[in-house]
């Protein structure tokens, strides 16, 4: 099944390659989600239909862009063709395409891969099995106080809580690509990614990026402290709280 | 000038090209402006230094590690061999070297340079001659309320107006280089950048960028509002807010 991923994001990789950005940020169609579908993730988004298609569609689709494609199969490849459109866009060097499977929610997610598209990193992971990243296995950074590095989202829509606890950290940072941040917390790079804002994030943007956190040694709960799940659908939004460590938790109250 | 700048910025990219950054990453030093410098640090400068030593030193140098080397020259080349250190040894792709040249303060700076080094872009500026990246005129973006980027340095060190800035952009980030972030500024892709913490921001990041900044059409205020000058000194620091349009400062207050 890894290799299946690994062909589709090489899928999108070929069909974004050489193309000018600038050429790319029409807007084309109200997305499955509600949110306005680029030009870019249309591509990408294509690219990923069409070598599914080419393996006699063994999955079925879930998808920001497109909603739900039922192939009749047993699981779903949830897809997120560009996490980090807007940076694609503007030429910003931060975005991916994410792509996972699973049954029906975020917890029973078997695998994950994320491509970064700009620096060709491929993180992935098989739940019981590791979180590598191009073959190297990935620890989650153990809590010590004087060196975080906080991921946290922010701008007009985030919470209050996301501006306290973006005060807490040694460094703060946001990148603005859901699927690399989650990435950075699994790979030990950051302590902590947060998104409290109003609108919440997809299941598309997470759900490769939580399997390969849990299978890095982190966890991700939502606002009220529960250990976060999603059920798979096209509207699912929810915001979140992802640490490394549980004691940088401790460290933020 | 711009030629030889070029030719420095080459030498680090060499210098660093292949290495293993987790290698660079003892504190070997305390710099000229009291913060340790890495290993990675006092390469690259030592590539700028030798570079310059082919040349005949035709300028004297402030650096962030060297301090104030007087090479008996008219021009002094102000240089941050790594801006970005902590994201260059953490593997953050988002880093730079950093080079000015001026007489004796911010405002009399006539060429500058900063190269990305991990995606290889160079900006260069000459007074009164433009900002241009990869041989491109750049231009600072136009302020359009509902579409707003802001670049704030956050964390504990912080200050309570850059959480109070941060919270009015569409999209706030955090990338951790300032030259580059001043490029960001400068080539339109974000509205605003500001630091506004203790410690303040060194001379040293900012002497390129500032000319970036202001050839592409921006401008960079101290705190109280009135336009950054900053002498050349190698403890010189600073808090700024640099923006592409002056309405951006109205949107703000």
Same mark, same amino acid.
């Given at each position: ?10 899928? &999108? ?6 193309r000018k950005m600038e050429d790319l940020s029409s807007q084309i169609a109200m997305g499955a989600d509600g ?8 591509? %990408? ?27 009749g199969a047993e699981n779903t490849l949830v897809i997120d063709p560009v996490d980090g459109t807007f940076n ?44 590598y990243m191009d073959g190297q296995r990935l620890k989650t950074k153990d809590y010590d106080p004087g060196k975080?590095?906080?991921? &946290? ?15 807490? %950290? ?18 030990? &790079? ?6 409290? %804002? ?8 997470? %759900? ?23 059920? #798979? ?6 915001? #979140? ?6 004691? &940088? ?5």
């Amino acid at each position: 099944m890894i290799d299946l991923l690994q062909e589709l994001s090489e899928a &999108v990789h070929i069909a974004l390659k050489g193309r000018k950005m600038e050429d790319l940020s029409s807007q084309i169609a109200m997305g499955a989600d509600g949110t306005p579908t680029q030009e870019i993730d249309k591509i %990408a988004e294509n690219a990923i239909l069409e070598c599914l298609e080419k393996h006699g569609n063994p999955l079925n689709v879930l998808s920001e862009e497109a909603g739900i494609i039922d192939n009749g199969a047993e699981n779903t490849l949830v897809i997120d063709p560009v996490d980090g459109t807007f940076n694609a866009l503007v030429g910003i060097p931060f975005y991916s395409v994410s792509l996972a499977v699973g049954k029906q929610s975020l917890s029973d997610v078997q695998f994950g891969l994320i491509r970064d598209l700009v620096h060709g990193a491929v993180y992935i992971a098989e739940k019981g099995k590791g979180a590598y990243m191009d073959g190297q296995r990935l620890k989650t950074k153990d809590y010590d106080p004087g060196k975080t590095v906080f991921l &946290v989202y922010l701008g007009e829509s985030a919470s209050p809580m996301s501006f306290e606890i973006a005060s807490k %950290a040694r460094r703060t940072r946001n990148y603005g690509a859901a699927s690399l941040e989650l990435a950075m917390v699994a790979s030990g &790079v950051a302590d902590l990614y947060m998104v409290d %804002a109003e609108p919440m994030i997809r299941l598309v943007d997470l %759900a490769a990026g939580v399997l390969l956190l849990r299978e890095a040694g982190g966890e991700i709960y939502n606002t009220d402290g529960d250990v976060l799940d999603m059920k #798979f659908g096209p509207r699912e939004r929810s915001n #979140f709280i992802a640490v490394g460590d549980k004691k &940088v938790l401790e460290g933020i109250v």
